[in-house]
């Protein structure tokens, strides 16, 4: 018996000591090519699973033949990403050169130092940020100066189902009628169990789509001292809007408070709902006939009601503690510009106006004038070192209310509340 | 004493289904398509389908990850058996002065939340040694399982006679030769748990496995994270990475529990 154990775990150290180092043979050989100029150098991109990932990675080999430089593109998955990207960045880890954050964290890692500032490799390649959209332009700034680039922007879009809803709602109040109109429990012969959706998960999506009912209400974020005025008269309608569609009318799914992208993505290619606001990267998903074998032909997409988008961009950046900035900087500028026409032809939307114009694109992605439509009359969210924390306090007056813990009103008193005691903290509001 | 009962079946069979469904659920969804894996009421009867098993190998170097996942597991929970059992031993024989302390201090160290170490064990490693290899991941994962195994160990040991660790002296045994012949096989369950747990944590582990490596030293617990996209959760070659990495564990585990039980039961009634 015992001979037996021994031998068998005689055997398992054979397997480790002959396994071993043939891996880490393999992770020696991309570190240590190249060491002069920029050439032959190697650089490790962070990216998100998904279209990031795979647009980046397709894009590579492609850079590598123009410049000689090899991208090594890392995948993370969504759910956690931020936290393994803080972790690298936090921990001034050297083997990280250019990381992809969404643009409201720029502010919180250019603060810290974490980003490279990119006005001396700017000025020395003679670049400038002409080219792109100009909301995406003042969404890589903090305090003037540019720490990212901007590389895939996202808004949101009112996806529908054409063959329900002909003239697709251009108010909220024409919104709200349509979703009554085709949620069961108020017309039976709805075809859909209800008229639409609403992001409630709580986390960093839920206020985003929210704001886009906020705006257009009238409602501002801050006000000109960067005072917050989320509990205006604007505030609490929006909030109460979309309380009262989940609550009282019940036009909503009940489990919407679970819902983000990729639920309410499903929600609709399941038929459950006529129409819902969605991020544009669900145009891609619906219009495959694989993915979406229900509704690839009975959808459409315009803007959001009343029109006030919501944009973000996710936007590249370069580590400071990289020791390959050179490299660095050459890749973020090539894909944001000499490469942002084959970026989006590998599944990207660029923020750059040529390249949603292009007609040879627009064929391939016909979503892209609805996209830059969208982005006239779009905002942003401001770049606060604070917003990670910010972005926390209002998601969680959206969720008390829409839980029914408090009403539109208290909850976001005490969310603006919140807010204006930590920015005073900080020392905003001193004369 | 062993009676039939139909009671017995039903009780059994309620507690069985609570806790095997969930697996149960995540391999009938790796063998549907995407449409399938959503429709309600869920389909029961259907041609099943290995496009999502295909989808992860061709996606994703799952055979490398593999290796990876059993080189680290294997690794550390040899490392942290083979420390762990020593210091059990030793906590449990000699008499240390400050044991009291020490015994407090292996417990305090599973008292934090992990997550509150991961940005310290990050830099630590990036100074000494690098992150993304898996040298590194089997000394954070053995940091991990120590704790548990000397507490088991310990306790296991503490409970032999020690009379029969004296009679293997009395015979010509040294110190070492009685421990390693009488003492562990007889504390062989405890052995046999500490494995079991000691692999399982490492199997298993995501949070430092995400922080602490790259490309090159993924385990195949971040590997499936990664089918969680921005767009979507690709819930069929998700469901297809579980299922497959479900299959080494159970079949250590059966290895593993025949002397698990065996020494449960023996000496427990005279």
Redesign the interface.
């Known amino acids: 018996m015992?001979k037996k154990m021994m031998l068998g775990?005689l055997t398992?150290?054979l397997?480790?000591v002959g396994?071993?180092p043939a891996?880490?043979q393999?992770?020696t050989s991309?570190t240590t090519n190249g060491q002069a100029a920029t050439k032959g150098e190697t650089i490790?991109v962070?990216a998100?699973?998904?279209?990031?990932?795979n647009s980046l990675n397709k894009l590579g080999p492609d850079f590598e033949k123009e410049t000689g430089i090899k991208v090594?593109v890392?995948?993370?998955?969504?759910?956690?990403y931020l936290?393994?990207v803080s972790?690298?960045l936090?921990?001034?880890?050297?083997?990280l050169d250019v990381a992809l954050v969404l643009n409201n964290y720029v502010g919180q890692f250019a603060a810290g130092g974490q980003f490279e500032d990119l006005g001396p490799f700017m000025e020395k390649n003679g670049t400038n940020l002409e080219h792109f959209l100009p909301a995406s332009v003042q969404s890589v700034k903090y305090k003037e100066k540019t720490y990212a680039m901007p590389l895939e922007l996202s808004t949101m879009l009112l996806i529908y189902r054409k063959d329900l809803i002909p003239n697709p709602p251009k108010t909220w109040e024409e919104y709200a009628e349509l979703a009554e109109k085709f949620t069961q429990s108020k017309n039976p012969q709805s075809p859909t169990e209800f008229g639409t959706t609403f992001q409630g998960k709580r986390g960093y999506t839920q206020p985003k789509e929210w704001y886009q009912y906020f705006w257009a209400m009238g409602g501002e974020l801050f006000d000109k001292d960067t005072k917050p005025t989320l509990n205006s008269e604007a505030g609490v309608k929006a909030l109460t809007f979309v309380v009262d569609n989940f609550r009282k009318h019940k036009v909503v799914p009940p489990d919407a408070t679970t819902y983000e992208?990729?639920e309410v993505?499903?929600a609709f290619q399941?038929e459950k709902v006529a129409m819902a606001v969605e991020w544009n990267?669900?145009y891609?998903?619906l219009k495959d006939q694989t993915?979406s074998?229900k509704v690839f032909d009975k959808f459409a997409v315009t803007q959001v009601p009343d029109g006030v988008s919501f944009i973000h961009a996710w936007s590249i950046a370069i580590n400071t503690a990289s020791k390959k900035k050179e490299a660095a900087y050459k890749f973020i500028s090539w894909v944001t510009n000499e490469g942002a026409k084959r970026y989006a032809l590998a599944g990207g939307v660029p923020p750059v106006k040529s390249v949603l114009q292009d007609p040879e694109l627009i064929k391939e992605r016909p979503e892209f004038p609805y996209i830059e439509a969208a982005i006239n009359r779009a905002k942003l969210e401001p770049n606060l070192p604070e917003w990670p924390s910010i972005q926390e306090m209002i998601t969680d007056g959206i969720s008390k209310a829409l839980a029914g813990e408090k009403s539109p009103k208290d909850a976001l008193d005490e969310t603006n509340a919140s807010i204006h005691k930590l920015l005073e903290s900080r020392g905003y509001y001193k004369k | 004493m062993i009676r039939k009962n139909g009671w017995g079946y039903g009780y059994v069979s309620i507690a069985l289904i609570i806790f095997l469904f969930p697996i149960f659920w995540v391999m009938f969804t790796s063998i549907k398509t995407p449409v399938q894996a959503f429709q309600i009421p869920p389909v029961w009867m259907f041609k099943p389908t290995f496009e999502n098993y295909s989808i992860v190998f061709s996606k994703q170097p799952f055979l490398y990850y593999f290796l990876n996942s059993l080189i680290v597991t294997v690794l550390s929970t040899a490392l942290s058996l083979f420390v762990g059992t020593l210091a059990g031993y030793s906590l449990a024989r000699f008499r240390i002065r400050g044991q009291k302390w020490i015994s407090f201090a292996v417990f305090f160290t599973k008292m934090f939340p992990p997550i509150v170490l991961v940005v310290p064990f990050f830099v630590i490693f990036r100074q000494f040694g690098g992150t993304d290899n898996l040298y590194t991941l089997t000394l954070a994962y053995t940091s991990f399982n120590l704790p548990f195994v000397i507490w088991l160990m310990w306790g296991f040991l503490k409970e032999l006679p020690e009379s029969l660790e004296e009679a293997a002296s009395i015979d010509g045994a040294s110190r070492f030769g009685a421990m390693w012949r009488i003492m562990l096989p007889l504390a062989k369950p405890g052995f046999a748990v500490s494995a079991i747990f000691a692999a399982m944590n490492s199997w298993n582990e995501f949070l430092f496995a995400l922080n602490l490596t790259g490309t090159q030293a993924k385990t195949l617990p971040v590997m499936a994270a990664n089918f969680v996209t921005q767009e979507a959760i690709l819930w069929g070659p998700v469901t297809a990475t579980g299922t497959m990495l479900m299959i080494p564990l159970f079949i250590f585990t059966l290895l593993v529990q025949k002397h698990l039980v065996k020494g449960l039961t023996m000496g427990a009634v005279k």
Request: net charge positive; glycine share 8%.
């Open positions: 015992r775990a398992l150290l397997i480790t396994c071993a891996t880490s393999t992770s991309s490790t962070v998100q699973s998904g279209v990031l990932y090594n890392q995948e993370i998955g969504r759910d956690a936290q393994k972790t690298q936090l921990g001034k880890d050297e083997g992208f990729p993505l499903s399941n990267a669900a891609s998903q993915k074998p």
